[in-house]
């Protein structure tokens, strides 16, 4: 039919047709509705329901990564838990008991650095407050933001168990950590090491290399000269060696030379061919040593690039290793004690002649490669340089100044150069060296390697009381193939490192790159430090022999300690209740009680053993008797250095195997521009700006619809785009609850093979989604997911069986045929079909409009989100049939686009007014009558005609039938009812 209007002389057959009903409204009003509908879930317990539908199913466990209590709810945030509930939802839509219990992570910096700030502001200091007290208020604050974050969640439409979330600072989860930790002590798996680690001087702590992130920087670079004073190479004596450096401020902490032993090294003199005193601190006749390679850019450093200024003269070439035993002196060592030691050259693989001056001063208290390399040379560090950035008071140069992170400290006219210079060791110096630099992702602020005594894992010790994996050769057969036996065995040994990469090895990751980028950090990763200076987290619960320096480890002891910190938390560890811990057996004078806490990546690391494990949450209970691993870990890419690896190698460390058997990850949403989103470009989304104005089915529409596994963008435009998408999606449920008013059992088809072609393909194609949608579930793929739904409501729906059957479902009904033809009543039946799948498909998506729609056609049959992945009527499929079919859909294609210009020309009003006259020999038509393929075209007459070439339209001369408006040869003039309106309405 279409929508013109019968002359005033035809009967108005209006009242005859079926024309759909619904009260579901073409507008959503989502921000709206959406409230109503979750207070709804919340008032009758829709997760209570949900868990006592599947109990006793097969289990499916995502443990939930907690997001930190800081803040309010950002567009990571958003996309992480819409994904995760995407996850849950399917895996309960397949049947599966597929609980989901939210977590946060509640200790550690960022909330500390929060409350200090307020403290601040106040002009208070915080170390003049009780730790109990600072600590009850770094509690009070992470519970705000649990509480606030929780609704924010909640509005999103994220199902789970909200009553009952898991914090990490609630007491039992506190004692389970320190559990945890006392495990690694029980097991040697602990050790007390001043080494350098990441330290931020504004935050007075050391950091993990999680809490790093890299901007690029202009630092002061400078050359600086070391004379020789004793070597092998006579020729050496008296010489300088160059250094360069882009710390100036370690230079106070000098302690040694290293150079490369397979490098060459050119000995210079200079030769000044101008007046005293423009030659800075090069010295007419001095000597000075460079690797051969960076002799030019040596020299560009130094501006002397003109012969007519200096000329150089190459005195001799020597070989890495003849600098053995060579002993050279700091540029300050007039000052004496410390600076008059002599600095040994010590050979190091490390060094290399790709920038500075091919030989590198080593500061062992600032140096990975520095500490090692003095470590096995004797040299010690010696702790100058302060938490706060400052060297010590007593140091003899520089003594209380600083912060070393301060550009102006470093810069050519700051203390460090201005003193060396005057001292004739600096060369060189400007302010112009670009480079990527580390930096506190909290505080934003510069951070430096610092030498100070801290907790560690180790990584490469062997792990006693793990079961060394048999032969991988072994593996092989025993486990079905899933392990190559061309790989190195990486569990040989059971380090925890070899460990690690063997959980690695057998766990699923999505995309498959994730195992790559995780197995690369954990395969060069140094040992895991566990301690920081700070108060807000759970404390590193050890007592130290202070005569030998070994820490307790006592079964009874580590009891009562748990169970204190399980009572009254954190604050249970202190030094009143030292005694009561230690018990009879041991005196606390004797020991040191250890007051640094965790770093909060072994806290979040943990969660694995209090959710999984504790009980607390009877539906994460395996009650197959399968291990505690989760099925699947959900978070950001950033999280292979983060809570990714930490609950490896906490579950590793503890019972040798990952906590998880498969991890997913995505990426980060950028701006409409592919830009990163920052607050100083002003180019934020706010997620609960968002649901405010468009919904939160539309946000979960837009996130499962981008690629997540790659860095995506959201915008203005492309919301627009997701929002015309959902009024698509939202209009094929309309027109659905519209034609199936009234449907009922007696009007069902049940035999699929009597059913009309038409029907039959598209129940085809409905089992082909459907096949589809599961895999994309199994694989995680939801934007596939997503767009094949869509696809397949606009497409195969909306734009071609709707518009097809449009005619039939209107006028396919009468006085004569009450429960309407046998092809509407098939229409009808497969419509149901649709129905039934397309809710649930589209339930995990659009959780609110999907109840919105069921609720319309079944409002007292409980929630949507109680239903199970549909089952489809089961018939032949005819592959010759589909594939007719198809072409017909094709060939359907060119005859719309064929009388689209007699359209604009207004020949035609309509496609019903166009008759079609192609060729018979097509094998598509040869099968089909003439009025099927009217219908399928929505067309007048066709014409096949014998060796016609190509599609002609002509403008119809049959008459238009009053009822249907179709055009028929049958109908003798327009207004007179075609052969089925006039038998649907008037009884033989």
């Given at each position: 039919?279409?929508?013109?209007?019968?002359?005033?002389?035809?009967?108005?057959?209006?009242?005859?047709?079926?024309?759909p009903k619904?009260?579901f409204?073409?507008?959503a009003?989502?921000p709206?509705?959406?409230?109503?509908?979750?207070?709804?879930?919340?008032?009758?317990?829709?997760?209570?329901?949900?868990?006592?539908?599947?109990?006793?199913?097969?289990?499916?466990?995502?443990h939930d990564?907690?997001?930190?209590?800081?803040?309010?709810?950002?567009?990571?945030?958003?996309?992480n838990?819409?994904?995760?509930?995407m996850?849950?939802?399917?895996?309960t839509?397949?049947g599966?008991d597929?609980p989901?219990?939210?977590?946060?992570?509640?200790?550690g910096?960022?909330?500390?650095?929060?409350v200090e700030?307020?403290?601040?502001?106040?002009?208070?200091n915080?170390?003049?407050?009780?730790?109990?007290?600072?600590?009850?208020?770094?509690?009070?604050?992470?519970?705000?933001?649990?509480?606030?974050?929780?609704?924010?969640?909640?509005?999103?439409?994220?199902?789970?168990?909200?009553?009952?979330?898991?914090?990490?600072?609630?007491?039992e989860?506190e004692?389970?950590?320190?559990r945890?930790l006392?495990?690694?002590?029980?097991?040697d798996?602990?050790?007390?090491?001043?080494?350098?680690?990441?330290w931020?001087?504004?935050?007075?702590?050391a950091?993990a290399?999680?809490?790093?992130?890299?901007?690029?920087?202009?630092?002061?670079?400078?050359?600086?000269?070391?004379?020789?004073?004793?070597?092998?190479?006579?020729?050496l004596?008296g010489?300088?060696?160059?250094?360069?450096?882009?710390?100036?401020w370690t230079?106070?902490?000098?302690?040694?030379?290293?150079?490369?032993?397979?490098?060459e090294?050119?000995?210079?003199?200079?030769?000044?061919?101008?007046?005293e005193?423009?030659t800075?601190?090069l010295?007419?006749?001095?000597?000075?040593?460079?690797?051969?390679?960076l002799?030019?850019?040596?020299?560009?450093?130094?501006?002397?690039?003109?012969p007519?200024?200096?000329?150089?003269i190459?005195?001799?070439?020597?070989?890495?290793?003849?600098?053995?035993?060579t002993?050279?002196?700091?540029p300050?060592?007039?000052?004496?004690?410390?600076?008059?030691?002599?600095?040994?050259?010590?050979?190091?693989?490390f060094?290399?002649?790709?920038?500075?001056t091919?030989?590198v001063?080593?500061?062992?208290?600032?140096?990975e490669?520095?500490?090692?390399?003095?470590?096995?040379?004797?040299?010690?560090?010696?702790?100058?340089?302060?938490g706060?950035?400052?060297?010590?008071?007593?140091?003899?140069?520089?003594?209380?100044?600083?912060?070393?992170?301060?550009p102006?400290?470093?810069?050519?006219?700051?203390?460090?150069?201005?003193?060396?210079?005057?001292?004739?060791?600096l060369?060189?110096?400007?302010?112009?060296?670009?480079?990527?630099y580390?930096?506190?992702?909290r505080?934003k602020?510069?951070?430096?390697?610092?030498?100070?005594?801290?907790?560690?894992?180790?990584?490469?010790?062997v792990?006693?009381?793990?079961?060394?994996?048999?032969?991988?050769?072994?593996?092989?057969?025993?486990?079905?193939?899933?392990?190559?036996p061309?790989?190195e065995?990486?569990c040989?040994?059971?380090t925890?490192?070899q460990?690690?990469m063997?959980?690695i090895?057998?766990?699923?990751?999505?995309?498959?790159?994730g195992r790559?980028?995780?197995?690369?950090?954990?395969?060069d990763?140094?040992?895991?430090?566990?301690?920081?200076?700070?108060?807000?987290g759970?404390?590193?619960t050890?007592?130290?022999?202070?005569?030998?320096?070994?820490?307790?480890?006592?079964?009874?002891?580590?009891?009562?300690i748990?169970?204190?910190?399980?009572?009254?938390?954190?604050d249970?560890?202190?030094?009143?209740?030292a005694?009561?811990?230690?018990?009879?057996?041991?005196n606390?004078?004797?020991?040191?009680?250890?007051?640094?806490?965790?770093d909060?990546?072994?806290?979040?690391?943990?969660t694995h053993?209090?959710?999984?494990?504790?009980?607390?949450?009877?539906?994460?209970?395996?009650?197959?008797?399968?291990?505690?691993?989760?099925?699947l870990?959900?978070?950001g890419?950033d999280?292979h250095?983060?809570?990714?690896?930490?609950?490896?190698?906490?579950?590793?460390?503890?019972?040798?195997?990952a906590?998880?058997?498969?991890?997913?990850?995505?990426?980060?949403?950028?701006?409409?521009?592919?830009?990163k989103?920052?607050?100083?470009?002003?180019?934020?989304?706010?997620?609960i700006?968002?649901m405010?104005d468009?919904?939160?089915d539309?946000l979960?529409?837009?996130a499962?619809s981008?690629?997540?596994?790659?860095?995506?963008?959201?915008g203005?435009?492309i919301?627009?785009?997701?929002?015309?998408?959902?009024?698509?999606?939202r209009?094929?449920f309309?027109?659905?609850l519209?034609?199936?008013?009234?449907f009922?059992?007696?009007?069902?088809?049940t035999?699929?093979?009597?059913?009309?072609?038409?029907?039959?393909?598209?129940?085809?194609?409905?089992?082909?989604?459907?096949a589809k949608l599961?895999?994309?579930?199994?694989?995680f793929?939801?934007?596939?997911?997503?767009?094949?739904?869509?696809?397949?409501?606009n497409?195969d729906?909306?734009?071609?069986?709707?518009?097809?059957?449009?005619?039939?479902?209107y006028?396919?009904?009468g006085?004569a045929?009450?429960?309407?033809?046998?092809k509407?009543?098939a229409?009808?039946?497969?419509?149901?079909?649709?129905?039934?799948?397309?809710?649930?498909?589209?339930?995990?998506?659009l959780?609110?409009?999907?109840?919105e729609?069921?609720?319309?056609r079944?409002?007292?049959?409980?929630?949507?989100h109680?239903?199970?992945?549909?089952e489809?009527?089961?018939?032949?499929?005819?592959?010759a049939?589909?594939?007719?079919?198809?072409?017909l859909?094709?060939?359907?294609?060119?005859?719309?686009e064929?009388?689209?210009?007699?359209?604009?020309?207004?020949?035609?009003?309509?496609?019903?007014?166009?008759?079609?006259?192609?060729?018979?020999?097509?094998?598509?038509?040869?099968?089909?009558?003439?009025?099927?393929?009217?219908?399928?075209f929505?067309?007048?007459?066709?014409h096949?005609?014998?060796?016609?070439?190509?599609?002609?339209?002509?403008?119809?001369?049959?008459?238009?039938?009053?009822?249907?408006?179709r055009?028929l040869?049958?109908?003798?003039?327009?207004g007179?009812?075609?052969?089925?309106?006039?038998?649907?309405l008037?009884?033989?």
């Amino acid at each position: 039919m279409t929508d013109s209007t019968p002359t005033a002389e035809q009967r108005d057959y209006r009242d005859t047709v079926f024309l759909p009903k619904t009260d579901f409204p073409m507008k959503a009003g989502l921000p709206q509705k959406e409230p109503l509908i979750l207070a709804k879930w919340l008032e009758g317990n829709l997760e209570g329901q949900i868990r006592e539908n599947r109990k006793g199913r097969d289990q499916f466990i995502l443990h939930d990564g907690p997001p930190y209590a800081n803040g309010d709810m950002h567009i990571g945030h958003a996309l992480n838990h819409i994904l995760k509930d995407m996850v849950v939802r399917t895996q309960t839509l397949k049947g599966k008991d597929a609980p989901y219990v939210p977590g946060w992570d509640c200790h550690g910096l960022p909330i500390e650095w929060k409350v200090e700030e307020q403290y601040r502001k106040k002009k208070l200091n915080k170390d003049e407050v009780p730790v109990e007290e600072f600590r009850a208020e770094c509690r009070a604050y992470a519970q705000h933001w649990v509480d606030t974050q929780r609704e924010q969640l909640k509005r999103l439409g994220i199902g789970g168990d909200w009553d009952h979330p898991y914090l990490t600072m609630d007491y039992e989860a506190e004692a389970t950590i320190v559990r945890e930790l006392l495990k690694f002590a029980a097991n040697d798996m602990l050790y007390r090491g001043a080494k350098p680690v990441m330290w931020s001087p504004v935050e007075k702590t050391a950091l993990a290399e999680a809490e790093i992130e890299y901007e690029d920087i202009v630092s002061t670079q400078i050359d600086v000269a070391f004379e020789i004073v004793e070597s092998p190479v006579p020729e050496l004596v008296g010489a300088h060696a160059v250094i360069w450096t882009t710390t100036p401020w370690t230079i106070p902490v000098n302690q040694a030379l290293a150079y490369g032993p397979e490098v060459e090294y050119t000995l210079l003199q200079v030769v000044v061919n101008y007046e005293e005193g423009a030659t800075g601190n090069l010295a007419e006749g001095g000597k000075y040593l460079v690797a051969s390679a960076l002799l030019d850019s040596f020299k560009n450093r130094l501006q002397l690039q003109s012969p007519d200024l200096f000329d150089w003269i190459e005195l001799k070439t020597i070989k890495g290793s003849d600098l053995a035993g060579t002993i050279a002196r700091h540029p300050m060592h007039a000052l004496g004690g410390f600076f008059a030691r002599p600095r040994p050259f010590l050979p190091g693989d490390f060094v290399t002649t790709d920038s500075g001056t091919g030989l590198v001063h080593m500061s062992p208290d600032h140096g990975e490669d520095d500490f090692d390399l003095c470590k096995a040379n004797g040299i010690d560090p010696v702790f100058a340089v302060e938490g706060d950035g400052k060297y010590r008071e007593d140091w003899g140069w520089l003594g209380g100044q600083g912060s070393v992170i301060n550009p102006k400290f470093n810069a050519p006219d700051g203390p460090i150069c201005t003193d060396l210079r005057e001292a004739g060791g600096l060369l060189a110096a400007s302010a112009d060296y670009k480079h990527s630099y580390p930096h506190s992702w909290r505080s934003k602020a510069k951070v430096i390697y610092r030498c100070t005594p801290q907790w560690f894992v180790p990584m490469d010790k062997v792990m006693t009381h793990i079961e060394p994996k048999a032969p991988r050769e072994q593996r092989w057969e025993s486990e079905g193939g899933a392990i190559n036996p061309a790989e190195e065995d990486l569990c040989a040994a059971p380090t925890l490192r070899q460990a690690a990469m063997h959980a690695i090895d057998r766990t699923r990751f999505v995309p498959e790159k994730g195992r790559n980028r995780i197995g690369s950090m954990v395969k060069d990763r140094p040992d895991w430090v566990l301690s920081r200076q700070r108060a807000w987290g759970v404390p590193i619960t050890l007592f130290v022999d202070r005569k030998t320096g070994q820490y307790l480890n006592d079964p009874l002891v580590n009891d009562r300690i748990v169970n204190a910190v399980k009572e009254g938390g954190v604050d249970a560890w202190n030094d009143a209740r030292a005694q009561e811990y230690l018990g009879d057996s041991y005196n606390a004078a004797d020991y040191e009680r250890i007051t640094d806490i965790l770093d909060v990546w072994f806290d979040s690391g943990c969660t694995h053993a209090f959710v999984l494990e504790s009980g607390k949450w009877p539906a994460l209970v395996r009650h197959d008797g399968g291990t505690h691993s989760a099925d699947l870990y959900l978070e950001g890419s950033d999280q292979h250095r983060g809570w990714f690896q930490s609950s490896l190698l906490e579950s590793c460390g503890t019972r040798g195997q990952a906590p998880y058997k498969a991890v997913l990850t995505h990426g980060f949403t950028m701006d409409s521009k592919g830009l990163k989103m920052s607050k100083s470009l002003g180019n934020t989304i706010s997620p609960i700006d968002l649901m405010r104005d468009y919904g939160a089915d539309i946000l979960r529409l837009w996130a499962l619809s981008v690629d997540f596994t790659e860095d995506h963008r959201i915008g203005k435009e492309i919301l627009a785009g997701v929002a015309d998408q959902y009024r698509k999606l939202r209009n094929t449920f309309r027109y659905l609850l519209g034609a199936l008013e009234g449907f009922s059992d007696e009007e069902r088809v049940t035999d699929v093979s009597a059913m009309p072609e038409l029907e039959r393909y598209m129940l085809s194609l409905l089992a082909d989604l459907d096949a589809k949608l599961a895999q994309a579930v199994d694989d995680f793929d939801f934007n596939s997911y997503t767009r094949l739904l869509a696809d397949f409501c606009n497409e195969d729906l909306s734009a071609f069986y709707f518009d097809i059957r449009k005619d039939s479902l209107y006028c396919d009904i009468g006085p004569a045929a009450p429960l309407g033809t046998d092809k509407r009543r098939a229409y009808r039946t497969v419509l149901d079909t649709l129905f039934h799948a397309l809710i649930r498909y589209a339930a995990p998506v659009l959780v609110f409009t999907s109840e919105e729609v069921w609720g319309t056609r079944y409002p007292d049959e409980g929630s949507v989100h109680l239903l199970e992945w549909p089952e489809l009527p089961a018939f032949e499929r005819d592959k010759a049939m589909v594939i007719r079919n198809t072409e017909l859909r094709a060939l359907r294609g060119q005859v719309t686009e064929a009388i689209e210009p007699l359209r604009r020309d207004k020949q035609v009003r309509s496609s019903l007014e166009a008759e079609i006259t192609m060729s018979d020999l097509d094998v598509i038509l040869r099968d089909l009558d003439r009025d099927h393929l009217a219908e399928t075209f929505i067309s007048g007459t066709v014409h096949l005609v014998p060796g016609h070439e190509g599609i002609t339209i002509t403008p119809t001369t049959d008459h238009k039938c009053g009822r249907c408006w179709r055009h028929l040869p049958e109908v003798t003039e327009d207004g007179n009812l075609c052969n089925r309106c006039e038998t649907v309405l008037n009884p033989a």
